[in-house]
């Protein structure tokens, strides 16, 4: 008997979102890692529910570019202030303003103008960036809980790192 396909095999990016623990087996998560190894794209957008907290997968920490994850709520506006003044901004580093899939216009100020006309993220998941992946993204948290010197390395929204080919 030939093991079977990997349900990856056919595709150049997974996109993970909040999914609950009993959808994703350790023989899901090792053929996720073998898709990585191998040169895939994989995408985890954290969620509320289940992604990544819930889980139990020590490939799961592997995959993650961060560590010791922590959700945050922003509770220091209200949600009477218009969408722009809400939340917390998102910020591209200079390692992200040199990524192309983050890039919405050819003018680099133009391009930082989009990215501040985002608005606000009331709830993002934070950690600590592990020390071979990049930060493309970060926010900037209120002024009593930031620490300008480490802001991007524990604070990155958009992180990434290399896992074998992937």
Do not use: C, Y
């Not at 799961?60 to 961060?66: A, E, F, I």
């Not at 591209?92 to 303003?97: I, M, P």
């Not at 991007?152 to 074998?164: A, F, M, S, T």
Request: aromatic letters at 6%; hydrophobic letters at 40%; proline letters at 10%.
């Amino acid at each position: 008997n030939e093991p079977a396909a990997s349900p990856f095999a056919n595709v150049d990016l997974v996109i993970l979102g909040d999914v609950p623990p009993e959808k994703i087996t350790e023989q899901i998560w090792e053929q996720i890692r073998q898709f990585v190894t191998d040169g895939g794209t994989l995408v985890i957008s954290p969620g509320k529910r289940f992604m990544p907290l819930a889980h139990r997968s020590e490939i799961l920490d592997q995959l993650l570019p961060v560590q010791k994850l922590r959700p945050f709520t922003s509770t220091d506006r209200t949600g009477d202030t218009t969408p722009l003044l809400r939340g917390l901004p998102i910020q591209l580093t200079v390692d992200g303003e040199q990524q192309p899939m983050l890039q919405f216009a050819a003018d680099p100020i133009q391009n930082q103008n989009i990215w501040v006309g985002f608005p606000g993220q009331m709830w993002v998941m934070l950690g600590e960036t592990k020390p071979a992946a990049t930060v493309w993204a970060t926010t900037l948290l209120p002024a009593a809980l930031a620490d300008p010197l480490t802001n991007d390395r524990r604070h990155g929204l958009i992180v990434h790192q290399h896992l074998g080919s992937g």
